[in-house]
Structures are given as C-alpha cells and as structure tokens.
C-alpha cells in the first residue's frame, strides 16, 4: 500500500514535464549554427551563421574564462567588440524571437589578431624619420611602411623584429604618412596604426646681415626654406647669446652690445624639429662711447677734454656745444682735444669713437660752466643818505650777485638774482668802496671784478628853533656835520610852499600869510645827493583879522556886532567900553549880542581873533555910539473934526523921531519939526484901531523900530472924529 502513492507522484511529474517540452518545442526559434568565426580586429571577433527561420535578432557570446561579453545583433554576420587583443574566446550564437530565444549553437573557437603598435615618430634630421613603439603581446615580427601623406612618389616599407626602424633619403621639410603592424607565428597580421610626421626643414641659405649703430640692432634675412614653419636667428659673442624668431624670412636682433664682435646664423623649424644652424656670418659692431672724460680749464678761456680709449675703435670726434647754440669738434686718433672758452657759458661736451660699422652710441654728456661774467656798467640810481640802490647789466652765467660796500672796517652787503641790489643801513655823506661779484653754483664767485667809489647822501639837518618876530618874519636854525652842504628850509602848508636857503646854518622866511599852519623842514644837498628832510617842526602864524566889522541895534539896551571869519581864527572876542562901564563877549562864531547897553552914549569897540593854540590878534577899534533912547509918556490927541496930534517926553538929548500909526484904513506917518516933541496927522479916519510908534531916528536916516507901541480907538462922531481912547501897549517886535 505504501509504495502506490509514490508511483502516483512520480507519474504526475513526468506529466508535467512531458507537457513543458511540448509547448517550448512550439514556441522557440531553432537554434542557429555557427559556420565561422575570425577575427581582423584586435578588440572584436566576427561570426557568421545561417539565418533561423523566426528569429528576429541573435545573441552572440564571447566567453574568455570567466569573461562573457554579450552582443545582440539583427543579421549574420555579426561582431561583438571589447575584446581582449591576441586572445581565444569561446564563441556561440542563440536565435531570439518574440516567443524566446533558443539555446547556444555549438562553441566555435576565435582567436582575436594582434594589437597594432603604438608608434612614436621624430624627424633626427632634414632626411630621415625615426619610428619606434613598444612591444606587441604575441608577435614576432613587424610591417613599417611610409609614403609621402599627398600620396605621390614610392612607397617604402621594412619588416623587422625590432622596435625602431629609420627610413633615409627623404625630403626635407615633408610630410610623411607611417604604417605600422605586428604579425604573430601564424605569420597572421594584427591592427595597424597610422601616423603622419613631417621631416625638419634644411637649414636656410643666402644669409644676409644689416646692422643698424644707432639703434644697435641687426637686421638678418635668409632664402626661404621648403617645409619651415619659423625661423630663429642666433648672434653669439663670448659674453652673451642674442635671438630674435620669425615664420618670415627675414626678423631684426636687438639690444646688440657696442664694442663686440659676434656670429651670427639662422636655423629653420617645423613640427619635426630645427635644422641644424647655417654657416655663421661674422658681425662686428660700432664701438662704445668712450668714457672716463675730464674737461679742465687751464688757463681760463682754454679747455682740454680727454677720454680712456675703447676696443674697436678706429678714430674719435670730440663735440663741445655752447649753450647758445654755438658748436666746434674735433676729429683725432688720440685721447684729447683742446678748445677755446668764454666766460659765463655752459658747455656741452660728448665724445663719440668711429669704426667702419659707424659712430659709437651716445654716452655721458658732460657739462662744463666756465666762471661768470663781471658787471662793468654799475650804476647807482638811488642815492640817499643811508641807502644807495644800483644796477646793472646782467652777465652770462651770473646766477646770482653778490654786492659788497666797504668804508673803512665797516661792510654791508647783499645778494640777489637780479641785476639790483640796494644797500641799506650806510652812514650819512660817507665814501664806500663797492664792488659787484657775479657768481654761479657750479664755479662760486668771480673775484676779478672790478669797483667803483659811491658817496651816500648828506645827513639830515636838526630844526633847533622856529622863532617869528614882531614883523611877522620867520627866523630858523638848524644843526647839521655834513662837508660843503647847502641847506634849503620849506614851510608847507594849504596857503603855499615858503623855501629859504643857505650854506650856513640858519636862515629868514619872509611873507607868510596870517591864519595859517606851516610844516617847516629842512633838506641837505650835496653832489651826492639830497639828504632826507628833517624832522617837521610845526609853524602856525596868527590868525587874521576880520575884513568887516558891523555893529546893529537890536533893542535899546543890546546891540549885535557881526564880522567875516578870519583865516586861523577859532574864536573871538568882542569888547564895548565907555565910561559908564564895559560889555564883553567870547564866541567862536561871527557875531555876538552885546547887553546892558545905555542908550545915547559913545562907546568904544575892539575885536580879537584867536587861534586854536592861543595866538591872539588883537584887530581895529573903532568907536561906537548907542542909538537914542525911545521917548517916553506918548498919547495921542483929537485935534479938530479930523486930525490927530502925537505927543511924548523927550528922554536924553537932541534927537530926530518919526511917528506911524497904523490902522487898517493905512498907515499915517509924521514928522516932528526939530525940538518939538510932537507932530500932528491930519485927516485921519474915525472909526479905527490905531497902533501908535513912535522911533528915533539915526543920522543916517534909519528909523529903529524897538521903541514899544501903543494902541488907540478913534471913534466917530456923525462924521468928525469923536473920542480917542487909549487901549493899551504892545512891546516892539
């Protein structure tokens, strides 16, 4: 019983089984057979097959050991790549379709060829090309082969196991195409490898050198060569190695040292490499400016300039150019030149040395300054008594002057950039020695100049005294030590200038007009000079006295005296005397109110102008007598139908009075007969106002009106005056 189950189980899977391999023999494609496998590139195989029937695509494998590459490819034949160089792989193929992929077709075994050689190429000269790689896993011998890269001309091609091959006889300057593979024992070729590589160009011919000797340069050309790309050209000396580069044929060397003889040559380059160098042309260039130049003066006017002498050098101009444009030279084979000089100038000195291929460079310029020029035309302009200005010419070369003036032990000095000096701080009417030096940084003074004698101005007068006496004269003294000197005294002042003048010490103005302020000074004056003026000593005269004097009554007892202003005068004073007494007044005005004056007296009147210091000018007197006095107890009376008598009391002598009533019908005026103390108006207006004065009356005729002045009624009466009525009294205006 127990074995039956187990019969059961194993029946059912054999079931199963038998109904899998059913289906898949109906659905998967027929598995391909391989027909060969080969290999002509290093990293891949190639397979051929039969196309199955069904199969969209195939599945090829490369199996190395435990390394598988699989391709899927569409057709035969197929490829698979990313294999191993000089290596056996299993290869097989399997046929996909959309319902599977079939098994493996039956191995084949490939073997992939030989790697290609890694070529490394170089040009060692014009003709030749090197070509060396490295070993070849599993070969054992080598294809080289090259030809021109345009494909023109014959082929070349070596075999050799070694690893380098050179080929010879080429062209120069051309470009070459190397081929290169390896072979294994089969004698079966592996991958090649292709390169290009250029010879290096011949060196260039016809070489041509220009040199410049003023910029120290060389300009070097050459015949082109075939297949250079640049040029480069070498000037060697001992000392140094200049170059200069070009893809032209021709490029200029620079920074050329004078004094060398050097080589020069070109060689041409490519991608390959340079040519060797062409035979040198030789280059010798100008010499070097000579040096260690010394220019001596000696004697002055005369310079010697001498120089070290240099290689290379065949003969030598020394140039000396003045600093006003003016140049000499000199040509020699020795070491020194001799050259005539002036004072005051700057010369320029150079020294070139000479060889066939031209004149030195330009080395040091030497500047020599000879000693400056003197001043011969001083001249003082300015003399006074301690000071003396004095100019000159300027002279070439003088950058500055020194001025000295000697008077005995004593110097005074000064030092200017211009052709001026003025000297200051001398002694009054003193000789002095002066002497102008010019001098310059580079050679200091010129000592040889020559001097002149200036004497200074006279010394300045002392004013002792300014006196004026009685006659209005002005006597002056003074006090002064200079030799043989006239003296000349100003009085200034708005009214003029007053001058007196003497050889001695003192002297007279005469004429000065009064009211008036005056500087006195007084000046020196000798052949040298005038000396500055003294101090001022100031001089006032006395004021002038008023042209007119005018006296006016202003009441009884006052009078106003009046005057025109006197030149100098500030104030005044007015002085009335008699013998009933004085009256006085001090104003700095023109007139004055005189008071208490007693009418009908003789008075006498003085005037005095003072000035502002207090100088007094006592002026005219003249005599004066006070107006009469105004009459006393006037009234007014009827006289008859139409008249009108004036009355009054004489107070003091005989005098003349006129009488005015005034109304507003008219004035009515009379005049009384002499010694009669009234006077009588007729046909006068009734019915009025009448104002009542009555006046003395002076011997001119003038009528003083400060008397006081009553007042009256007239009345009518019918048509005839009625009464007269006294109103009462107005003072006088």
């Known amino acids: 019983m127990a074995g039956g189950p187990k019969k059961c189980l194993c029946l059912i899977g054999f079931s199963l ?7 898949s023999a109906k659905t998967a494609p027929d598995m391909p057979t391989i027909d060969q496998a080969y290999s002509k590139i290093s990293n891949s195989i190639t397979v051929e097959w039969a196309l199955v029937p069904g199969a969209t695509s195939y599945l090829l494998t490369a199996r190395d050991g435990d390394t598988v590459i699989e391709t899927v490819v569409a057709n035969s034949p197929g490829t698979v790549t990313g294999l191993k160089a000089a290596t056996l792989y ?68 070596e075999n050799t196991t070694n690893t380098a091959l050179t080929f010879t006889s080429l062209d120069a300057g051309t470009l070459y195409t190397i081929k290169a593979y390896a072979w294994n024992v089969n004698g079966t070729p592996g991958d090649d490898s292709t390169c290009n590589q250029r010879t290096s160009p011949r060196a260039p011919a016809d070489i ?80 070097c400016a000579p ?41 020699t084979s020795l070491t020194q030149c001799n050259f005539l000089s002036e004072c005051g100038f700057t010369y320029f000195i150079s020294v070139f040395a000479y060889n066939k291929a031209g004149q030195s460079p330009l080395g040091d310029v030497f500047n020599y300054t000879t000693a400056p020029c003197c001043p011969s035309d001083i001249n003082p302009v300015l003399v ?47 000789e002095y020695n002066v002497t102008v030096y010019s001098f310059s940084e580079v050679r200091g003074s010129n000592m040889s100049c020559a001097s002149r004698f200036i004497t200074t101005a006279p010394c300045s007068p002392e004013i002792k005294s300014v006196l004026e006496d009685a006659f209005s004269t002005i006597h002056v003294r003074w006090r002064s030590s200079n030799q043989g000197a006239t003296y000349t005294v100003t009085a200034q002042g708005e009214e003029g200038l007053y001058r007196c003048s003497s050889a001695g010490q003192s002297c007279t103005l005469g004429g000065l007009p009064c009211g008036s302020t005056f500087s006195v000074t007084a000046v020196a004056e000798t052949k040298a000079g005038r000396s500055l003026p003294s ?64 009418c009908g007296v003789n008075y006498t009147l003085a005037l005095k102008a003072i000035s502002a210091t207090g100088l007094t000018a006592d002026c005219a007197y003249q005599r004066y007598s006070s107006s009469a006095c105004c009459p006393l107890g ?62 003395p009356v002076t011997e001119t005729g003038l009528k003083l009106t400060f008397c006081p002045k ?21 003072n006088a205006e």
């Open 17 to 23: 089984l038998c109904i899998k391999m059913v289906t």
């Open 384 to 430: 006074s008594s301690d000071r003396v200005e004095i100019v000159w010419s300027p002279v070439r070369g003088a950058e500055l002057y020194e001025t000295k003036a000697v008077d005995g032990f004593n110097v005074v000095e000064c030092k200017d950039t211009v052709p001026a000096c003025t000297l200051s701080a001398l002694e009054c009417d003193t």
């Open 90 to 157: 299993q290869i097989t193929v399997s046929s996909i379709s959309a319902a599977g992929r079939s098994q493996a077709s039956p191995p084949k075994q490939a073997k992939t060829v030989l790697a290609a050689p890694i070529l490394e190429v170089s040009s060692p000269s014009s003709d030749s090309i090197l070509v060396q790689w490295e070993a070849v896993f599993m070969a054992i011998g080598f294809s080289v082969s090259i030809m021109r890269a345009n494909g023109l001309g014959r082929i070349w091609k």
């Open 291 to 331: 040096g260690r130049v010394m220019i001596l003066e000696d004697p002055p006017g005369h310079l010697s300039v001498s120089w070290s002498n240099v290689d290379l050098g065949d003969y030598y101009v020394a140039f000396v150019k003045s600093d006003d444009g003016l140049e000499v030279h000199c040509n």
């Open 710 to 730: 009553k007042i009256y009624s007239v009345t009518c009466s019918g048509s005839t005056l009625g009464m007269v009525i006294y109103r009462g009294k107005r």
């Open 208 to 287: 041509q050198v220009s040199f410049d000797s003023g910029a120290l340069t060389a300009s070097v050309s050459w015949a082109p060569t075939e297949g250079a790309f640049n040029y480069t050209a070498v000037a060697w000396s001992e000392a140094s190695e200049l170059r200069c580069s070009t893809a032209r044929s021709a490029c200029t060397i620079a920074a050329l040292r004078c004094g060398t003889e050097y080589l020069v040559s070109v060689s041409a380059g490519n991608d390959a490499g340079c040519s060797r160098s062409a035979s040198p042309v030789a280059l010798t260039t100008v010499a």
């Open 535 to 598: 101090y001022s000593v100031p001089l006032e005269t006395v004021p002038c006295c008023p042209a007119d004097l005018t006296v006016a009554q202003v009441t009884q007892s006052v009078i106003n005296v009046s005057w025109t202003v006197g030149s100098g005068a500030l104030t005044y004073v007015t002085v009335l005397e008699s013998r009933t007494g004085q009256a006085k007044c001090h104003t700095h005005q023109n007139h004055c109110l005189l008071g208490c004056i007693t």
């Open 634 to 695: 006037v009234k007014l009376y009827r006289l008859g139908p139409d008249g009108i008598r004036v009355g009054w009391h004489t107070a003091r002598g005989s005098v003349n009075y006129s009488t005015d009533l005034y109304g507003s019908k008219g004035i009515f005026t009379c005049s009384p007969s002499p010694g009669l103390s009234f006077c009588d108006v007729t046909e006068i207006p009734c019915g009025d106002v009448y104002t009542v004065m009555v006046s």
